[in-house]
């Protein structure tokens, strides 16, 4: 096969995926996240620990992103994102694309749920501009993030992370490599969201919103149970002492010495 066909092959393959050639409806998508993050809800002993949520800034959210290729292959998807406000409070949908090709041995096609977990606002304002493309790993440094209730962050490279990501395929999350794929603000979906007023828009985005702000709750502090206090000890109480019984005396002598 020519070299040269092997880019446009991969492309190809990528069109050709349902939903990725014409993104679905921004009611649709926000219906998809929705069930994402109620999927996370439901293995809390795998899946993004809630303190990282809490301290996050922003989360990207793309399901049934496309992974497909013969050798030459890419990966492709359509989300959304959710940002805190000046409040900390969980607030705007802005809707993005992901895309990103790679080279080496692979075949197939695979879907997987992507989420991505901002630690700062710096790669956020990028994306939400609208200026450009946010290329993962060269713009913003990306790790595969911790997974399960009690997890840690670990490595420096996790530390050093920008951006945390996941995979949910078959049921599971998981870290995931993405360096080199690139973020967009996808501008039609994001304009036909913004002219929908209808209540059904309106309930859906609460519904998001509602969960994500459930899942990203701090967790509870451990309840300290005082010890109980220490009582003094009892003394015992005093034997009491009893007077000796009188003796009995008749004409002037004791009974006992009538001998």
Same mark, same amino acid.
């Given at each position: +096969? =020519?070299? #040269?066909?092997?880019?446009?092959?991969?492309?190809?393959?990528?069109?050709?995926?349902?939903?990725?050639?014409?993104?679905?409806?921004?009611? &649709?998508?926000?219906?998809?996240?929705?069930?994402?993050? =109620?999927?996370?809800?439901?293995?809390?002993? =795998?899946?993004?620990?809630?303190?990282?949520?809490?301290?996050?800034?922003?989360?990207?959210?793309?399901?049934?992103?496309?992974?497909?290729?013969?050798?030459? %292959?890419?990966? !492709?998807?359509?989300?959304?994102?959710?940002? *805190?406000?000046?409040?900390?409070?969980?607030? %705007?949908?802005?809707?993005?694309?992901?895309?990103?090709?790679? $080279?080496?041995?692979?075949?197939?096609? /695979? #879907?997987?749920? $992507?989420?991505?977990?901002?630690?700062?606002?710096? #790669?956020?304002?990028?994306?939400? #501009?609208?200026?450009?493309?946010?290329?993962? %790993?060269?713009?913003?440094?990306?790790?595969?993030?911790?997974?399960?209730?009690?997890? /840690?962050?670990?490595?420096?490279?996790?530390?050093?992370? /920008?951006?945390?990501?996941?995979?949910?395929? &078959?049921?599971?999350?998981?870290?995931?490599?993405?360096?080199?794929?690139?973020?967009?603000?996808? *501008?039609?979906? =994001?304009?036909?969201?913004?002219?929908?007023?209808?209540?059904? +828009? !309106?309930?859906?985005?609460?519904?998001?919103?509602?969960?994500?702000? /459930?899942?990203?709750?701090?967790?509870?502090?451990? +309840?300290?149970?005082?010890?109980?206090?220490?009582?003094?000890?009892?003394?015992?109480?005093?034997?009491?002492?009893?007077?000796?019984?009188?003796?009995?005396?008749?004409?002037? &002598?004791?009974?006992?010495?009538?001998?």
């Amino acid at each position: +096969m =020519n070299r #040269s066909a092997l880019p446009a092959l991969g492309l190809s393959v990528l069109l050709a995926a349902p939903g990725l050639a014409f993104p679905p409806a921004p009611a &649709r998508t926000i219906q998809a996240a929705t069930d994402v993050l =109620n999927d996370l809800a439901a293995s809390p002993d =795998n899946c993004i620990p809630a303190s990282l949520l809490a301290d996050a800034q922003g989360i990207a959210i793309i399901p049934h992103t496309i992974k497909a290729g013969f050798v030459i %292959g890419g990966r !492709a998807g359509h989300g959304l994102i959710l940002t *805190r406000d000046r409040d900390g409070a969980w607030s %705007g949908v802005t809707f993005v694309d992901l895309g990103g090709a790679s $080279v080496g041995f692979q075949a197939g096609v /695979e #879907s997987a749920d $992507v989420v991505l977990v901002f630690r700062t606002r710096h #790669s956020l304002d990028r994306i939400l #501009s609208g200026k450009g493309k946010l290329t993962l %790993g060269a713009d913003a440094a990306i790790a595969a993030g911790p997974i399960g209730r009690q997890a /840690e962050a670990g490595t420096d490279a996790r530390l050093r992370a /920008e951006i945390w990501s996941y995979s949910r395929s &078959r049921g599971l999350f998981a870290g995931v490599a993405l360096d080199g794929a690139a973020i967009l603000y996808a *501008r039609r979906a =994001n304009a036909e969201y913004l002219g929908d007023q209808s209540p059904v +828009m !309106a309930q859906r985005t609460l519904h998001l919103l509602a969960r994500l702000t /459930e899942l990203s709750a701090p967790p509870p502090a451990p +309840m300290l149970v005082p010890p109980p206090p220490v009582q003094p000890p009892i003394a015992p109480a005093p034997i009491p002492v009893l007077p000796p019984a009188p003796v009995p005396v008749q004409q002037g &002598r004791p009974l006992g010495n009538q001998g």
